[in-house]
């Protein structure tokens, strides 16, 4: 038994001699077809301008690897040689290989970053202070809906005939709606990948920043407003562009409201980071420069007191804003707003405007109500080029009202 047992050992131990040449040869055949690949490929890098002689030779005598590799590589040359650009050019129509055209303005607004991964790319900011392109500033229109937008058809004549390098859109609505746009429309394939809204909650303050967010991966676009589905536009679009693009300041209503309707909402708890005299008040529906849209997607400090803090009875979005940018960039906001609401009949809602209501009269009042505004240190009667609450039947009696009158 003994002895079967040691022969068996010898016999497995002979095997095993075998076995590992045999592995050995098959390494170094396998190291050769390695070494071949990749100074081929280098080769093709760095010489393809060259006639294919030469790193045919170069070949020989840089790598001594096995002659049916070197046949291999020779017939893979050629056939990149033969290609010469065409796959990759073809790749690129499908993987993006990091075209300008895309980074400085995607096309195609869908995305799967989350709003972590989106706010950090919208915060960065180019060191070099002139662009590679020629950039025309744009008005960013963001509308934040919850369900469809049924003043589409006056905003689609506001931007008719309009320089499409002067603005951009965008739309978020809650998931659950299906907002379907005819291909002609200005809206169209312009909603961004948007999540539930809850009104009075923190969720609002995450959609206007997923808003600011998404708008700011267009390098052009220059300022920023936000707008609802009643609101209308009482400006033509030139005069909009001109108002906004020209204006030193920002329009996010900033106030200081001493009742329980204001400072009634603060919390103790935001000390030490917020105290009572900072915290402010506003309308959430704010125009803003680009500086300080990327001053918001970045915060994430004063951003999380709100969400921890500011609950029911408190609302982080006429609140958060205002707050925020009073303590640490006041100097760049003109902490008045541009989208006029009537608060004149009193009570916690602002009046709406029904059909009944839209006359040239209505217009001309809320273009100029008597007030007078600061417009880059000067004075002006222009305060107001959005107005708001207008109920869904109000679209055709302003479908009829002169265009002499809107001027679009
Ligand atoms: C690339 O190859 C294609 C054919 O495969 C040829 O038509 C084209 O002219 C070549 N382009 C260049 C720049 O050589
Ligand atoms: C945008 O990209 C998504 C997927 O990334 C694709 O499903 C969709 O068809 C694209 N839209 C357009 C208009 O190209
Ligand atoms: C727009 O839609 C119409 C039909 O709804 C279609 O015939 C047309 O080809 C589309 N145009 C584009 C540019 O997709
Ligand atoms: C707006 O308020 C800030 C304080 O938050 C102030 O510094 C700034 O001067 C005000 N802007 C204008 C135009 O008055
Ligand atoms: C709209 O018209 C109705 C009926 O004339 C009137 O009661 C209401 O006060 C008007 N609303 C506004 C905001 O003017
Ligand atoms: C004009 O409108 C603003 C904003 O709604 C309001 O604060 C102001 O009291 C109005 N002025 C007049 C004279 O109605």
């Not at 329009?251 to 919390?267: C, E, K, N, V």
């Not at 273009?367 to 002006?380: A, F, K, P, V």
């Amino acid at each position: 038994m003994r002895s079967r047992g040691e022969k068996d050992e010898h016999l497995f131990r002979d095997s095993s001699i075998g076995l590992m040449r045999l592995l050995f040869v098959l390494i170094l055949f396998v190291i050769g077809i390695i070494i071949g690949l990749i100074s081929s490929s280098h080769i093709d890098r760095y010489f393809t301008s060259q006639p294919p002689n030469f790193y045919m030779n170069s070949y020989i005598s840089a790598a001594p690897a096995p002659s049916h590799s070197y046949s291999y590589k020779k017939d893979s040359s050629y056939d990149h040689n033969d290609q010469n650009c065409s796959t990759e050019s073809a790749m690129c129509k499908n993987q993006d290989c990091l075209s300008m055209e895309s980074f400085r303005m995607p096309k195609n607004l869908t995305h799967k970053m989350t709003d972590k991964e989106l706010f950090w790319r919208a915060s960065l900011v180019p060191d070099k202070p002139e662009y590679p392109f020629r950039r025309v500033p744009k008005v960013a229109f963001m509308f934040l809906t919850r369900g469809p937008l049924p003043f589409r058809l006056l905003w689609e004549r506001f931007f008719r005939g309009q320089d499409v390098n002067k603005y951009s859109i965008y739309v978020h609505s809650n998931p659950g709606v299906e907002l379907v746009f005819p291909n002609s429309s200005v809206f169209y394939g312009r909603r961004i990948p948007s999540q539930d809204v809850r009104w009075g909650t923190v969720t609002l303050v995450d959609a206007e920043r997923r808003l600011l967010g998404n708008a700011l991966l267009d390098f052009s676009n220059e300022r920023f407003v936000l707008l609802s589905e009643s609101c209308i536009p009482v400006y033509n679009f030139p005069t909009v562009y001109k108002y906004l693009i020209g204006s030193t300041h920002s329009f996010l209503q900033s106030y200081d409201d001493p009742s329980r309707y204001g400072r009634g909402r603060y919390s103790r708890r935001m000390k030490p980071d917020i105290k009572l005299p900072d915290w402010r008040k506003g309308s959430q529906w704010f125009e803003i420069q680009r500086t300080l849209a990327i001053k918001i997607v970045s915060d994430t400090r004063y951003y999380n007191i709100f969400r921890w803090y500011c609950l029911p009875s408190c609302y982080p979005d006429e609140h958060y804003l205002p707050t925020f940018v009073n303590m640490f960039h006041g100097t760049l906001n003109a902490n008045r707003t541009i989208t006029y609401v009537d608060w004149s009949l009193g009570g916690p809602h602002p009046a709406s405007f029904q059909a009944e209501n839209i006359t040239e009269n209505l217009i001309h009042h809320i273009r100029n109500n008597g007030t007078t505004c600061s417009y880059n240190g000067e004075t002006t009667s222009v305060c107001f080029l959005f107005a708001r609450k207008f109920k869904p039947n109000a679209l055709a009696p302003l479908l009829r009202l002169p265009s002499t009158l809107l001027g679009f």
